[in-house]
């Protein structure tokens, strides 16, 4: 029926003026790319939707977290079917320290009793949920040993506004445990945050506004997450440093140099863990003290207070503290033309449970991906420059498995890396990808080289409709409209991208498709085959469209004459980076001037409510004029350098052999804005454009350096990385016009 | 200690630059103004807080319902209390339709059972809310009878747009009853509207996300609604017209011609009737189909679905439909120098229960200023106009005391009536004022001239530096601190100025006190003395600074030499609403043009989720350009006649006699904007310029005819209208420059 409906509605559809297939790829000459087009299809009448089905099946079938059983399983499964496919494939090891839950207590003492389940019951609608042996247990990896008793203070989301909130409202957080929701900002920065303000213990809940009843029928019903489902999940600092904690900037090989546990600079102080909505109730009823705001209000039935607790809450947890080893799968498939250059392809597979959305959806579709490549050269085809598989490891920790990889082989990677392809969980619905701005047209391309399988027009149109009609005005409408190229956004971090994008400057790029696949499984016992397959990809199709979009992209990028690298995208970036943050930090000029103002004038006070009093805000230093001319003058010598570079890629009078040492000078440019030092108090990062946030955890800030020292009120540092992303920017028109003139 | 601190914070108190009250006052001479201030101080002196206590706690002792023995009962109390006080006072009484339920039955067949309870428990906290005998119960008065079963739907807050969303989800309520959230509209649009789509049954319920637990604590440990408090209240059509739907536009006298019920044009045809969160909770329950978007949801702990439900819903119906007596207590204190001209002041008595916020805590605070007033006719004191106090019978069913009182009155009213100045409920918080721009100068001395008591600073000091620390925006603050003037927004409907302002165009003002009272009492047995005196105004020392404020207008109005309207402010603020309709039409037409594109060329086809299904919205016709000239020429060219006419005013050498003659012109001056035929089919509602909205109820529509017009997509009407309103504002002109021509 559904199927029906599509083929009717592209008939019909004229919405969108996406350019028709023709035989010209960016990158290919004509008659490279009449080849490259037959190889697609082949490659796409290759793909199986009932492989992905099996995959995702046999992987998830046990729990498969960080040094099971199931993990090693795995990762042999993965090896294996690469090995038969025709890869060269091997299980590279690294030894990371992984702790697991020995004791973890929470309870309520005083007037009311309560001690908190911390379990999530099987469900006779699940069949993998009762595997309650072998499941990791509810808890936050990286919390430190601890054992506290203390009142309880409701922190909202626990970022920093809130903390100023709670100031105002004359809470303190000292010497007291929090609790805070999930949302808003990477779960890691909120016991982070916490322990910066004094507390001495964090404890997270998914409340049901956010995840849970208020979002949809909850599981089994419906797909949204139960009152007894908890979220597990990394609270390892990685806005510091991601990967093991015990080997920052070198690979944890067996013998390699570790640090003491104490001075890893990533690892919390402060016992944290995460809980159910149906334990945080009791909790939250307890707290006493002023009614908080109405947005940090979520779905339970009560009166959401700010606390502290009438009772005391006490909180005791121990962890094993081993190091593990953990097996990365990686498959190569030799280039014939150019072997020392790789395109690198990768998906995690371990899961904090049995993990079919994520992470065995995204590696289904890259398993079946790699089979489809594996068909190909069956029938003789093989590719220009070296394919590289990369299944890896220890994702959910804290990015080890590629972390470690990506340290390990960092000289070799700068070499030889010519992009790096990313994926995680998948679903139904849109195209959802972000990355290196320099590929957007020919990730545009792509985009609109595949077919959405519910409308049947292509994936690029899909999601250009969704945005559209999602716009929140007619303007906004209108300018998406205009709009003809997909817009790839900054990565920050989150998945495996984040040590080949910020810590070495591979270009990359993270996909996946989703929207129509929302539930509250995520991280819980419920992430199953049996859920994933009535509410997330029943037909598991959106695993065969992601694999036809990351493949093509593979392949494109493997065979291409000419890398379809284009600068002058970047550089559109940059230039709207930069007045991104000249508006901040005058939006923050005004905003201090006039909030100064009110608090010198008593106007807070005067204000204030008897019933609801808050204190003033505390007045803060005046932002001063910074000098953004550095800045604003290398992206404009960019717009040059890109446009020069753009003209002489055009030229088709280069030689095979130009071109081919062009080749590498692209895919090597981003590389030039990793700057000597790295940001500011997180040397790991590198890149002078892309990090993750350090109070946002997986949110990126683009221009870091500039916009976080800003929203730290660091003026000095705030102009010092505004010559450094300068001078970095500046680099990179250099670089671009000696390729230039190198090239002619 | 509050004290303590409100004076320490008086003496450092820097924030605003109001002007020190000084011996000028607008309308006097300098020698007048003295012995005003001199009155004024004894007025204020007079006034006492354990009054109003004592006021409110009789007058709420038991329920005064319209026609209820307590009602009676409080209209003899209050002409007692007014002719002790000196005044000459008398019971006006009009006869007026007002059913009271016979029936009420609402109830859920099929495999779930349930009866809903329709009944507020009563607390042992509470009193007063054990009067049961005595209490009405829980019903929307002129629901029709009625006896219906069918499917339940829930529809939001029942407004059309969102029987809009209703229709992409593919939802129709013809046949079916619907339940819509109180709040967002005044309730008697949701059954209106439900009736408009064919519904034949409507709930009303109050979700505790607006009104209940997630506002604060539920009563008695604090003020908000508890889970069985139920909202009462009219349903009658009044964007129609208000009062006695049998006698629209004439005093419901004994012996009036009366409408047959049939006729009544602002009556229901669909049974319809409030109920509590505890009531509602089972049939939201039982409702399937989609799950609602996310603004549509609520505070009960459910997955709020669209509908229909599987279960049928049964409600049952049925009143008394009896003529009853209402009591205006009229009150007059007889001018000395200008006995016919009449400065009007009043507050409605009858309540829905026992009422003691609303509307005693306003009725209290008139009664203790009309005591303040009778104190100083004792040492001598007489107004130079008649002062008129009127507490009102049958406000709540639909301002039926006040409309047949003004319908009676008219042709006199017309020609006496300087000012009407309403109040009704009151509490601690911040000055809030509405009313005739013309009036803005002279509010803001007044609301300069009262201090307030939390804080000592000016009451106009303390909402303006609410409404800046409130403010959204940098901008908006810095556009505040600049604004020297109390803005009066334009009146909607909700309380007795409604007649006066809109049917018969006398100058008006409404003002309260609140915003650190808020509470779920509204219109249930625990709007009660016990809650009043914890939560809402615990010492009544705003209501004391209500009869301070409305006093002070009552006697500079009664005593002015010139009456101090200033038309600039009506001429700046129509200005501003001229701008606001053609950027509306400008924002319509360009949505519309962008929706239609987006409608046509299928992007919300495509955009479409699967497991979210919403088909595309309907195109609308495009939006014409219309013609703005008149209306903008009409502003422009009374800005002249408002300079010019303020000109003279300020000009010394007026004689007594010419003052007297120009003071009249100005009070009728707002008669002038009064349509012949009253707004397109409702021509009850006469003024050009303000009148409740036809789909708000309570909330104000400015240019009514134009903006509706617009708003209803009748471009032929909009332009009619807005030749209409050009010709009343080009009227207006023409009248004041003759009032200035005469005057000289």
Not at 336 to 343: G, R
Not at 344 to 370: F, K
Not at 660 to 671: C, G, S, T, V, W
Request: with cysteine.
């Amino acid at each position: 029926m559904r199927k029906y409906c599509a083929l009717l509605l592209a008939a019909s559809f004229i919405a969108v003026a996406s350019i028709a297939q023709t035989s010209a790829i960016l990158g290919f000459s004509p008659a490279a790319a009449e080849a490259q087009l037959t190889a697609e299809k082949k490659f796409d009448a290759n793909l199986s939707a009932k492989n992905i089905d099996l995959f995702i099946k046999e992987l998830s079938a046990v729990p498969h977290h960080v040094g099971s059983p199931g993990d090693e399983a795995d990762a042999k499964y993965i090896l294996n079917k690469f090995k038969s496919w025709g890869y060269d494939a091997a299980i590279e090891t690294f030894y990371v320290l992984f702790p697991t839950p020995v004791t973890r207590l929470l309870e309520m003492t005083g007037t009311t009793k309560f001690t908190a389940a911390l379990k999530e019951p099987a469900l006779k609608e699940d069949a993998t949920s009762g595997q309650q042996s072998t499941q990791l247990p509810v808890y936050n990896c990286w919390s430190p040993d601890g054992d506290v008793t203390a009142e309880l203070v409701f922190v909202n989301y626990g970022v920093p506004a809130d903390y100023e909130k709670l100031a105002r409202m004359g809470i303190d957080v000292k010497g007291r445990i929090v609790i805070a929701k999930y949302g808003q900002s990477w779960r890691g920065i909120k016991p982070k945050v916490a322990q910066e303000h004094g507390a001495i213990g964090c404890i997270i809940y998914s409340d049901p506004k956010d995840d849970g009843y208020f979002q949809g029928d909850v599981y089994p019903k419906g797909p949204s997450r139960p009152a007894t489902g908890a979220q597990r999940g990394s609270v390892m600092d990685m806005p510091i440093y991601p990967g093991d904690p015990l080997t920052p900037g070198i690979g944890a090989t067996k013998d390699a140099k570790r640090l003491d546990r104490k001075e890893a600079t990533n690892l919390l102080k402060i016992p944290v863990i995460p809980i159910s909505y149906a334990d945080a109730l009791p909790l939250l009823e307890s707290l006493e003290g002023p009614v908080v705001p109405d947005p940090w209000k979520g779905a339970l039935p009560i009166t959401y207070h700010a606390g502290p607790s009438k009772n005391k809450i006490h909180l005791k947890l121990a962890f094993d503290w081993q190091v593990r080893p953990i097996n990365n799968v990686i498959a190569k498939l030799k280039g014939t033309q150019f072997p020392e250059e790789w395109v690198i392809r990768g998906n995690h597979h371990d899961a904090w449970v049995n993990g079919a959305a994520d992470p065995l959806s995204g590696q289904a579709a890259m398993l079946e991906e790699a089979r489809s490549v594996g068909e190909m050269m069956k029938t003789g085809w093989k590719p220009k420059r070296t394919i590289v598989y990369c299944a890896w490891d220890a994702e959910e920790p804290g990015l080890m498995g590629s972390t470690e990889w990506v340290e390990f082989h960092a000289d070799e990677l700068q070499q030889k890396a010519v992009l790096y392809i990313n994926s995680d969980g998948n679903g139904r619905g849109f195209l959802d990808a972000g990355g290196s701005q320099a590929l957007e047209p020919a990730f545009t391309e792509i985009a609109k080289a595949v077919t959405d399988p519910e409308t049947n027009v292509t994936v690029f149109d899909r999601k250009r409709s969704y945005d559209i009609v999602s716009a929140g005005s007619a303007k906004a409408k209108k300018e998406l409209l205009a709009a003809k190229t997909f817009t790839l956004p900054a990565l920050g971090s989150g998945s495996d991208f984040s040590p080949f994008a910020q810590h070495i400057g591979i270009p990359s790029l993270n996909l996946g498709f989703g929207g129509e696949d929302d539930g509250g499984e995520y991280h819980s016992i419920y992430d199953s085959y049996d859920l994933y397959k009535r509410f997330k990809d029943p037909t598991f199709e959106y695993g065969v469209v992601l694999a036809k979009t990351a493949g093509r992209i593979t392949l494109r990028f493997a065979d291409a004459e000419s890398l379809p690298f284009d600068f002058r995208n970047l550089q559109t970036t940059l230039s709207k980076y930069t007045s991104e943050v000249i508006a901040l930090a005058d939006e923050m000029r005004e905003n201090t001037s006039v909030e100064n103002q009110l608090i010198k004038e008593k106007y807070y006070t005067i204000a204030d409510k008897v019933n609801d009093p808050l204190l003033p805000p505390v007045a803060k230093d005046e932002v001063p004029f910074l000098n953004f001319g550095a800045l604003q003058n290398s992206v404009a010598v960019l717009e040059k350098a890109a446009e020069g570079l753009h003209a002489i890629m055009g030229n088709n009078t280069l030689t095979a052999k130009k071109k081919n040492e062009l080749n590498i000078q692209l895919y090597k440019a981003e590389q030039v804005l990793l700057t000597k030092d790295g940001l500011p108090r997180r040397g790991w990062y590198r890149h002078a454009i892309y990090a993750p946030g350090f109070f946002t955890g997986y949110g990126v800030k683009t221009l870091p350096g500039i916009r976080e020292a800003l929203e730290q009120r660091n003026w000095k540092e705030a102009q010092e990385q505004i010559e450094i992303a300068a001078a970095a920017i500046t680099n990179l028109s250099k670089y671009l016009d000696a390729a230039g003139v190198a090239a002619k």
